[in-house]
């Protein structure tokens, strides 16, 4: 086994220690922005597909780093406007007016609530 | 190593320490925006570097060049729109999808790899450590892309949520099983070339299907945290094969928490993961536990008589299930709420671990519609608060109010539930008698402190509302 590899599985280890810990602190009332921004750091794979294209020569290759690429974007990106989106919702005092809070709410929140309440 | 080497190295770690920080600032919501920029700063220098090393290798054609701009461009817009345009509700579906793109990328990663030294000079078989990595991120990386679709499918309606079953159904997974197993297997012993890697990857996108096809509805959010934790263990093993640290320490990051999510919510549910992927349960029959009280009767309750109790009462304790949520009625239950704070009542909210669709899903949806996080409590925070309680209101919630689980010898017996019993008057709206997920009769309905208000949530609401504004001015 090569030096480098027992590094990587030292790592690997340390890293779902790492993982358990900081995740059962988490209450459940954030269980669900949790699993989001989980998911958002999934989209690291990105940084894999975009190195395929090093050694990319062939249309099979290329075709690759594409998807590869495309997926994990659509990871990445989404995963973390999402959760952004959810957790700006909580707050800790209600905003009087309704207005207002639907216009802090960014307009994609405005759309989905204000609907009923306007 | 390089010094250009160990700047990108000290910045991978960089972004790694940004992951696990901005996850441990996901323990308030005070701070758990502060975390996901955290992690999004982390992640945005973690491509960055990336993108130098590409540049510094120099090795990249205009093609490749374009290849990646383009494909990371129209990934980006999608998730982007969806990220925007999701409804809150649909949640748990986009994390699916999310999980589908990650687990496939993740796979892709390793495809190439694997092509690339098979097909390289001297045609050796791709072996040693490696060769593991390479044959565990393809499995785990196919069955995620697969299963999540299938999931994601189940909860938007475009496949049916019912369990879906055929005869033969479970020859055919066994031997999808076994193929998917036994390529594997091959593939890490370093024999392998082209063709096992083919089937590896057929057999291995079949049992997604198959897997995530005979599961019900109702444990969907399950299964997708289970997918959620094998994309990052996917993405560790991408990692591996790639040897990137970043890969390894993100996806093992996320192994971990998805598995942690998804045994608190088995438990929650009082199932053990293994009898949900295995399937079988809640068929709808009314078998044990129907004994008590099935013969008694349920007293029902009008708007008018159910604003008056909840007008004059001190404390009002709201219990939403995913009643609430299927009827959209998150804004109605907080206008009443509104409406009864104007008239001096307490008014808080029990939420029960796994109410909605996924871990968590109901704060969401309360969040959205205005509520503060301080009035939502979680279960062993407001269960001591019951006795205190004047009313109990029970919106579309059933089986995680239903007291036979303190018991022992029925079907949720152990389930941990809110001691919604010990409220001093209990009001469930609810649209039928219909049984919960686990298919008995709820003694809750029978006590004689409760009362039924057989209606849609929404219309349920609004009923109540408008008849607090009418009687108590």
Redesign the interface.
Known sequence: ?SQ??LA?IT???L??????E????????????????????????????????????NA???T????????????????????????????????LP?AT?AAADG???AK??GS??S | MSWFDTIIYLIYIA??VC??L???L?????T??R???L??SG?IA??VV??A??IH?G???V???I??I???????????Y???????TA?PQ??SM??A??G???C??A??DF??VATGPGHPNPAG?VAVATALDVLIGAVTFTGSLIAAGKLQGVVSGAPITFPGARVVNIVLAVLMIGSAIWMMTGTAGIVILIVLLLSALGFGITMVLPIGGADMPVV??LL?AF??TA??M???V????????????????????TK?MADAMNRSIPNIIIGGFGTGDAAAGAAVGAGAGVRTVDADDAAIQLAYAQKVIVVPGYGLAAAQAQ??VQNLA?LLESKGVEVVYA?H?VA?R????M??LL????????Q?K??EEINPEFPRADVALVIGANDVTNPAARRPGNLISGMPILDVDKAKAIIVVKRSMGHGYAGMDNELYYDEKTTMYFADGKTALEEMAAAVKTLVG
């Open positions: 086994m480098a590899l990587d790592i690997f280890v890293s779902l220690l790492v993982g358990f900081v995740i059962s602190k988490v209450p459940s009332m954030l269980h669900t922005p949790l699993m989001s921004a989980a998911n958002s750091i999934h989209g690291i794979v990105l940084a894999g597909a975009m190195l395929i294209a090093v050694t990319a020569n099979f290759a290329y690759l780093a594409f998807i590869g690429a495309a997926f994990a974007a659509a990871n990445v990106m989404g995963g973390y406007v999402v959760t952004g989106r959810m957790l700006k919702m909580f707050r800790k005092k209600p905003e309704d809070a307009q994609v929140g989905v609530s009923v309440k | 972004a790694a992951f696990v901005g996850l441990h996901m323990n308030s919501p005070v758990a925006r975390g996901n920029q992690s999004a992640m973690a491509i990336t993108l090393a590409l290798f090795t990249v054609s093609t490749g060049w290849v990646v383009v494909g990371t461009a129209v990934g980006s817009l999608a998730g982007l969806s990220a925007r345009t999701v409804k809150m949640m986009l994390v999310f999980n793109v990650g496939g990328a993740a892709i990663v495809i190439n092509v690339k450590t997708i945290s959620n994309t990052g993405v560790a991408a990692g591996f790639i040897n990137n640290p970043v890969l390894i320490t993100a996806g093992a990051l996320v192994g971990a928490s998805g598995s942690i999510l608190l804004n109605e509104q939420i671990p909605g996924m871990p968590g899903h704060n969401v969040a959205e519609a205005n509520v503060p996080y301080s939502l979680e279960m």
